[in-house]
């Protein structure tokens, strides 16, 4: 039912992208029409509105809509030519007339007819006046042919749209089969993609680091498989803005060629744009319903945000040089900054720039809190600001799509919080090393999974209340001391970086007591996935650094709880590299849970220091501190510390899992969460180490949740 909540949300604020979509030439009756007796002497004050005294005309519209039946005579098309008169005065205006007007003129039309006259004439036209039939034929076949080449441009914006729609849809299917279904599909070329294409950066072993040329340029890099979805699209964009333009001249509304091209290349590029407005926001939301459907991340959805947002402003961009040029050359730009319309263009390019720019990842990180905040709010002004744009024109529905999917989210949000309890009392305890528990009575009516992530607004933040409209996500865990059937409370454990979770822990520190009581609002849960109907035939080997440890557990604890340990055949494994034995202090608990389900738990200690006793347990002495590579046993047979007292290798570590999982014949899935660096080292690791021919297949999955 939820699912079904989340697709009729955004069905129905894309239908509004259905209407009003070619307001401008929308009816080529109508321009037609319009374009053939506009500069007739009227009797009108241009200066006045030049729509405003034509809509007040009984001349104007007696003969407008005698000319409507004359160039058409399906019934239809005349309505929607009416139509179209009552938009254009209404639009420009502010005049509203009706079709039982509009038909009651064309019906008295015939009894005022005046003889035809040039369009200098001195004297206003008193009356109906006909039309020259080679001339007004002529009007009809060019605006049919502009007409056509709009709406070419609006199909292949729709393009834009059909190829992401078809990304998801085959992710869905591919995701479905691994979960629901077991169909072997392209089991053959498993290694070669895993290897070539979906694990490894584009560069190197950065993805989740940002690599500097010469220090202080920044580049983010993506997947292959990603960066390959992306470059299809950018290729298809630059096709779609290059081909198919047929405007032939002479044209009625087209002075010369240069000013032709530059109006479809404008319509092209605008339309493009605004078609990549609903994917923008969509793609950047929380309750995105197609995380779900697809199994694709939060962290690939805001790839495909950002470069939908990149590609957007560069067509907008061409779109606003165009005009200025065009309004440049005709010497009237300080005449056309004085409507509008024009100026909330400039306010919505200006602000496309502004919210790529500071989006960008390093100036995100330096000041996140602010990120957050102007963010949202010119996303906000954004749609205003478009809406102002191109109201008069037509294509409100891409706007209104933007406004309903930005909503929608929203809302969503605050019923999320609001079924949680709204605010809520949580405990947050110290667990050392920065690392704080928080504790949080479960609600009744929502159902968490371990392995989904909420996310958590602290109020009791003291004097910088701007924190309060700030959010993180933390990944959700079951106590294990708790009944696993009927769990009382959600558990998060967060590392205190900068910002509200440095300021919720100077706040513990100060109480000096191991725990505080805080108000906060929770909003989740998220994360969740389809059923995972079909059994896994894979060893599964989590290998957590640091904090990454919950959501590499939150794995291996639903793979566990579903296995039949005493006849399955698959051995599991946990590799958790700390940097020294005080991080067992909080995750004691868990790390027993795994090993009395025959999972191997291995822990790394990268930090060596005797003076410090960092390797005082039970089972350790002087000479086992003085060997570095010796195992130390803890409660269970099957959890073994390592003091390594550095960094492990890696690819040493993935090499050797493989190999192990070679000499067996099982396939072997790696689960991976930690730093930025740990996770780039460890997805190299594993690209580089898959078998070009073997009889099992490796597999990786980043549990990370990076911006």
Request: charged share 20%; glycine share 4%.
């Amino acid at each position: 039912m939820k699912l079904i909540g989340y697709l009729s949300g955004y069905i129905i604020t894309s239908l509004f992208s259905l209407t009003y979509a070619v307001e401008e030439v929308d009816s080529t009756v109508a321009t037609t029409c319009l374009y053939y007796y506009m500069d007739y002497n009227w009797g009108c004050n241009k200066s006045e509105g030049e729509f405003k005294c034509l809509c007040s005309s009984n001349n104007f519209l007696q003969t407008i809509t005698d000319c409507i039946y004359n160039v058409s005579s399906v019934k239809h098309l005349r309505d929607h030519a009416f139509q179209h008169i009552m938009k254009r005065c209404y639009g420009y205006a502010h005049i509203k007339l009706t079709m039982e007007e509009l038909h009651h003129y064309q019906e008295i039309a015939s009894e005022y007819y005046v003889p035809f006259v040039p369009t200098t004439n001195t004297y206003p036209i008193n009356g109906t006046m006909r039309a020259n039939e080679t001339q007004l034929a002529f009007y009809h076949v060019k605006f049919k042919e502009l007409t056509n080449s709009i709406l070419r441009s609006q199909w292949f914006s729709w393009g834009l749209v059909f190829y992401w729609v078809f990304i998801i849809s085959m992710a869905t299917l591919f995701n479905m089969n691994k979960r629901l279904f077991g169909f072997k599909i392209l089991t053959r070329y498993n290694n070669w993609l895993n290897r070539t294409i979906l694990i490894p950066s584009m560069f190197s072993d950065y993805q989740e680091r940002t690599f500097f040329l010469w220090r202080f340029i920044p580049f983010n890099f993506p997947t292959r498989a990603n960066a390959l979805v992306m470059t299809i699209f950018v290729i298809i964009t630059m096709i779609f803005c290059g081909i198919a333009y047929n405007i032939t001249l002479p044209h009625p509304y087209m002075p010369s060629r240069w000013y032709a091209n530059l109006y479809v290349v404008s319509y092209r590029t605008d339309l493009m744009a605004m078609a990549l407005f609903p994917l923008i926001y969509f793609f950047g939301i929380r309750n995105n319903p197609f995380m779900y459907l697809t199994g694709l991340s939060f962290t690939t959805f805001t790839y495909y945000h950002r470069w939908c947002a990149y590609i957007c402003t560069v067509l907008a961009f061409i779109h606003s040089i165009i005009w200025t040029s065009y309004a440049t050359n005709g010497h009237f730009y300080t005449e056309m900054t004085e409507d509008n319309y024009w100026r909330w263009g400039i306010v919505a390019t200006t602000l496309l720039f502004l919210l790529i720019f500071q989006a960008e990842k390093t100036i995100r990180n330096l000041m996140y809190e602010v990120f957050l905040i102007i963010h949202q709010l010119f996303s906000i002004i954004f749609i205003v600001a478009m809406y102002h744009h191109v109201a008069r024109f037509g294509w409100i529905g891409w706007i209104w799509s933007m406004a309903g999917i930005y909503g929608f989210d929203h809302l969503i949000r605050i019923i999320r919080i609001v079924l949680h309890g709204g605010i809520i009392k949580a405990r947050i305890e110290d667990s050392g090393n920065g690392v704080m528990k928080i504790i949080i009575d479960r609600p009744k009516i929502l159902q968490y999974q371990t392995g989904n992530y909420a996310f958590i607004y602290f109020l009791n933040s003291g004097k910088d209340i701007f924190y309060c409209y700030q959010s993180h996500p933390f990944t959700v865990l079951n106590n294990p001391e708790e009944d696993p059937d009927d769990p009382k409370t959600l558990v998060f454990h967060i590392k205190a970086h900068k910002g509200v979770t440095r300021v919720m822990l100077r706040k513990l520190l100060a109480s000096c007591q191991g725990s505080i009581d805080v108000r906060v609002m929770l909003e989740g849960p998220y994360g969740s996935q389809v059923p995972q109907l079909v059994k896994p035939e894979s060893n599964i080997v989590g290998i957590a650094g640091g904090l990454g440890i919950t959501a590499v557990y939150s794995h291996l604890y639903e793979i566990l709880k579903r296995d039949d340990n005493d006849t399955s055949p698959f051995k599991h494994k946990l590799i958790w590299v700390v940097r020294d034995m005080t991080y067992l202090k909080w995750f004691t608990k868990e790390l027993e849970w795994l090993s009395a389900r025959k999972c191997i738990v291995q822990i790394v200690v990268t930090r060596f220091d005797a003076d410090l006793g960092i390797f005082d347990v039970e089972s350790s002495d002087k000479s086992e501190i003085e060997n570095k590579e010796k195992d130390t046993k803890l409660d269970r047979d099957e959890i073994h510390v390592h003091k390594l007292g550095s960094k492990p290798n890696l690819p040493e570590i993935v090499s050797t899992e493989i190999k192990k999982c070679k000499s067996v014949n099982q396939n072997i899935t790696f689960v991976g969460c930690g730093p930025e660096l740990f996770n780039d080292h460890l997805r190299a690791a594993v690209a580089r180490n898959i078998p070009r021919s073997s009889n099992i297949n490796v597999e990786f999955q980043s549990e990370s949740f990076v911006w």
